[in-house]
């Protein structure tokens, strides 16, 4: 009964347990994390050694530090659009978002895209050659694009 009782517990654990990596390059060892996502909360490197919280994902939105106040919201994600702070104007998009790839400010154009992102590896600009790599993914959180384009762009 106790052995039953300790699987269902780690069951559990294991279930419940939605953490997203983002490695430096196409690394995958510890000393390659750039940033660990957490229930939301996003840390500087590996978040089991490292409590330094650079941002709060919330409704949408992504806030500075532990905050979730509306005067430290980075960025707000509606649609396929990234609006700078609060803001749902036009002239405060910083990127949009289409077929799996992050352009600059309200256009679609392939001379302003600075991210590509595609299977688990997030590319720079407008490519997929391994050697433009910026950051490989892993953890089955499904984060959106618009929400990883925050974190890891050029903005």
């Excluded at 993914?137 to 499904?142: H, I, L």
């Amino acid at each position: 009964m106790k052995q039953f009782l300790l699987f269902i517990s780690l069951f559990i654990a294991i279930a419940g347990f939605t953490q997203v990596k983002l490695y430096r390059g196409d690394g995958k060892f510890d000393s390659d994390i750039a940033f660990t996502i957490d229930n939301g909360t996003v840390y500087h490197g590996d978040n089991r050694f490292s409590p330094v919280i650079y941002y709060t994902i919330a409704d949408n939105k992504v806030y500075l530090g532990r905050s979730t106040s509306t005067f430290d919201c980075l960025y707000t994600v509606k649609g396929n659009k990234v609006y700078k702070g609060d803001s749902n104007f036009s002239s405060d998009i910083i990127y949009t978002i289409d077929n799996g790839k992050v352009y600059r400010g309200n256009s679609t154009f392939s001379t302003e895209c600075v991210l590509t992102i595609e299977d688990d590896a997030i590319y720079m600009g407008d490519s997929n050659f391994s050697s433009d790599i910026l950051f490989t993914k892993t953890g089955d959180d499904p984060l959106s694009i618009a929400l990883l384009a925050c974190i890891v762009g050029p903005y």
